[in-house]
Every structure is written in structure tokens, then in C-alpha cells.
């Protein structure tokens, strides 16, 4: 191999990566608010004694979860326009793909921790005279919240590596401003290096926080 490796090409264009990962770290943060919140929501309508309300939220999980992210995108970036009439930024179209794509994978962690949650604690809260939407927020949210937290954690690092895939349909994240470079440069070995090492760097402490969490949930339920 007489490939002479030369980074000084992608080191001159690193501000064009910061801005990337900005665009990344948004997509992510946005995704994971979304699927934070409305994954609670969603588990819960899954839980529903009403078929009404209990099979759209099914079929909305099992879309999200059986079908790849990438044709998510694409489906919402070039379907929704042409069947509602709705044009909206490609940053807030990635939101919305990402974020449904969270939603689903949420649901099922807190669908778990909520069917956890010691059945002692509903009747305390019944003996309180709380009524049913105390209960939730007041005893199965925060119980069910703290017991899924890995999980969702886990499921966050995953969007913020799935973003890259939002590149296909150009929005400039990290991704895309690394294809960017490489075409330009010739140099795609050095700089999709560089890519790599970026999200390795924002995904590997998150994993480690998730490591402790687990060693710290299992000493404590011992």
C-alpha cells in the first residue's frame, strides 16, 4: 500500500465540521425531546383498555420499529410534501423523522417500566384519593422514568448516530459536511477518520454514564 495519509486537508476545513455537528447535535436534541415526551404518551395509549385508542398507537410503534430509518426519512421528506401540501426546512423534516423514529423505541422502554411498577404504590396512591391522572404523573411517570432511564439513553445515542443518515437527503450535518470534504478534498480515508473519531467523542461518554446507571441500578435493587 503506497497510500501517504495527509490530514491537513480536513484539519483546514474543520470549522466546516463544527458546523456540522452543530446541525447534528440539534437534529438529536429536538429527536430526543420528542421521543422523551411523546413516547411516555404513546406507551401509555398502548396500555389502553380501549382498541380506539390501543391499536393506532400499535401500529404506530411497530411502522417505526420494523421498517429501516432511512426510508423513514426519505418517506418524510419527499412523501409528506407531496400528500399534505406541507414544505417545511429540511432541519425540522429531519426532526420530525428522527423524533417518530425515537418515539417508537421510548414507548417500548416505558411500556416495560411502567408494567413494573410495584402494584402497592397504584393502591397507595388510590388510598391518597388520587385520581387516575395523579396517579400517572404522580407515581408511574416517576417510577417508570427512573427505570427506563438506560434504556433511554441507549436509544439517544442510537438517534444521534442514526442522524447521519439525514445527509442523503442533504441536510448539513455532520455527515454531509464530512462527503462534502472528502469529495473535494480526495481525501475520503482521512476525513470520514476524523468523522468517526467525532462521534465516538460525543457517544462514548454517554455510554459510559449509561454503564454506571446499570451498575448502579443493579447494586441498589440487590
Known sequence: MNYTFDFNSVFRNMGSLWDGLFVT?????????????????????????????????????????????????????????????????????????????????????????????????????????????????????????RASVPVLLTNGIGIFQQSALVAIVAVQDLMYQGKTIATASYRPIETFTIVALIYFAVSFPISQIVGWLERRRDVMTS
Open 25 to 145: 447535535l440539534q437534529l438529536t436534541v429536538a429527536a430526543n425531546l420528542i421521543g422523551l415526551t411523546l413516547g411516555f404518551v404513546v406507551a401509555l395509549l398502548i396500555m389502553s383498555r380501549f382498541a380506539v385508542v390501543r391499536i393506532p398507537a400499535m401500529i404506530f410503534v411497530e411502522f417505526f420499529r420494523c421498517t429501516p430509518a432511512i426510508v423513514q426519512i426519505i418517506w418524510f421528506f419527499y412523501c409528506i410534501p407531496m400528500i399534505f401540501d406541507v414544505f417545511l426546512g429540511s432541519v425540522t423534516m429531519g426532526i420530525l423523522a428522527l423524533g417518530c423514529n425515537l418515539t417508537a423505541f421510548n414507548a417500548e422502554a416505558y411500556r416495560a417500566s411502567i408494567q413494573a411498577v410495584p402494584k402497592e404504590q397504584l393502591d397507595a396512591g388510590v388510598a391518597l384519593g388520587l385520581n387516575p391522572w395523579q396517579r400517572v404523573l404522580y407515581i408511574v411517570l416517576p417510577t417508570a422514568a
